[in-house]
């Protein structure tokens, strides 16, 4: 096994996987992966193009983004790298402020991938309140660092709080940039998520359809958010309580279409796809007291 990008297996801390590339693609040193998003974020401020911050974060060779124990480790370097970064040139000075504004909201994402809520709760108000007060008009950006705020206030058990954010959220979004775009779609999901932790599974069911029917017509049909809208549906149709047989049969269905699907874009090891293979598993294990659910 060999780094892809410095093409040894010797220089570094070991190598390691934590994208979707398949085989010994995606293997490399995360010293290097460290030197290569610093490489493309450079270019980007040179030029104006290629993946600049979102390298931190995003492999460029599947695309997909980095999870686990390498997520949190670029998190981590991308804070250190642009933390303490200062400059006397005017010029530079904005660009500076941004990517320290950026390296804490990239950090914060990795927190939540690594289930550390509280840390990341606390990156994303740091964050939201850095923006407000140097972008106070980055409306997008803003209602984003909001919904990740509401996002980890349901994983500390503030739900009810962050239902009502999520709903101004979604309510502002709609407002400003229409029912089907992909902001306004996101927050919608954010919702149904909120409603799925507090149990409120007729209400997840209803949401869910209703933002599966709008996102199918304006996003590809792997995006993540109607994948994860599909989660939602299925796990509201079977663990309902009064489920009938059709809708255990349509959340399998959805479930061995969303894990097949998982399986192509992401790998088997991928966190998304072991859960909603496991969410299938748990609905198959059921299967057999289905007979005393309504037929209809």
């Given at each position: 096994e060999e780094c892809f990008i410095c093409k040894s297996s010797i220089e570094g801390w070991g190598i390691v996987s934590g994208c979707s590339c398949r085989g010994t693609a995606g293997l490399a040193h995360v010293s290097c992966l460290v030197r290569r998003a610093q490489m493309?974020?450079?270019h980007w401020d040179e030029t104006d193009s290629g993946q600049g911050m979102h390298a931190w974060q995003d492999c460029s060779m599947c695309g997909q983004e980095y999870h686990g124990a390498v997520r949190l480790a670029?998190?981590?370097?991308?804070?250190?790298?642009?933390?303490?970064?200062?400059?006397?040139?005017?010029?530079?000075?904005h660009a500076h402020v941004m990517w320290r504004i950026e390296a804490m909201q990239h950090l914060g994402l990795a927190m939540d991938e690594a289930e550390r809520y509280q840390e990341a709760l606390v990156l994303y108000e740091t964050y939201l309140a850095t923006l407000h007060r140097v972008a106070p008009f980055a409306d997008g950006p803003i209602l984003a660092a909001q919904g990740n705020v509401a996002n980890m206030l349901v994983a500390v058990g503030r739900t009810n709080e962050a239902l009502r954010c999520m709903r101004e959220v979604h309510k502002t979004?709609?407002?400003?940039?229409?029912?089907?775009?992909?902001?306004?779609?996101?927050?919608?999901?954010?919702i149904i998520q909120a409603l799925d932790h507090l149990e409120r599974l007729d209400e997840v069911k209803t949401m869910a359809r209703k933002q599966l029917q709008i996102a199918t017509d304006a996003l590809p049909p792997t995006h993540d958010i109607i994948l994860t809208l599909r989660r939602q549906l299925a796990k509201a149709l079977f663990m309902n309580k009064d489920a009938s047989q059709a809708n255990v049969r349509e959340a399998k269905g959805i479930f061995e279409d969303l894990t097949k699907t998982r399986r192509q874009i992401f790998g088997a090891a991928h966190p998304d796809t072991i859960m909603d293979q496991q969410l299938l598993d748990d609905l198959i294990s059921l299967l057999p007291a289905s007979r005393g659910l309504r037929p209809v």
């Amino acid at each position: 096994e060999e780094c892809f990008i410095c093409k040894s297996s010797i220089e570094g801390w070991g190598i390691v996987s934590g994208c979707s590339c398949r085989g010994t693609a995606g293997l490399a040193h995360v010293s290097c992966l460290v030197r290569r998003a610093q490489m493309a974020v450079e270019h980007w401020d040179e030029t104006d193009s290629g993946q600049g911050m979102h390298a931190w974060q995003d492999c460029s060779m599947c695309g997909q983004e980095y999870h686990g124990a390498v997520r949190l480790a670029l998190g981590w370097a991308c804070w250190k790298t642009y933390q303490g970064r200062s400059t006397t040139r005017l010029e530079e000075a904005h660009a500076h402020v941004m990517w320290r504004i950026e390296a804490m909201q990239h950090l914060g994402l990795a927190m939540d991938e690594a289930e550390r809520y509280q840390e990341a709760l606390v990156l994303y108000e740091t964050y939201l309140a850095t923006l407000h007060r140097v972008a106070p008009f980055a409306d997008g950006p803003i209602l984003a660092a909001q919904g990740n705020v509401a996002n980890m206030l349901v994983a500390v058990g503030r739900t009810n709080e962050a239902l009502r954010c999520m709903r101004e959220v979604h309510k502002t979004s709609k407002k400003m940039f229409g029912t089907d775009d992909e902001r306004t779609i996101k927050a919608a999901n954010n919702i149904i998520q909120a409603l799925d932790h507090l149990e409120r599974l007729d209400e997840v069911k209803t949401m869910a359809r209703k933002q599966l029917q709008i996102a199918t017509d304006a996003l590809p049909p792997t995006h993540d958010i109607i994948l994860t809208l599909r989660r939602q549906l299925a796990k509201a149709l079977f663990m309902n309580k009064d489920a009938s047989q059709a809708n255990v049969r349509e959340a399998k269905g959805i479930f061995e279409d969303l894990t097949k699907t998982r399986r192509q874009i992401f790998g088997a090891a991928h966190p998304d796809t072991i859960m909603d293979q496991q969410l299938l598993d748990d609905l198959i294990s059921l299967l057999p007291a289905s007979r005393g659910l309504r037929p209809v």
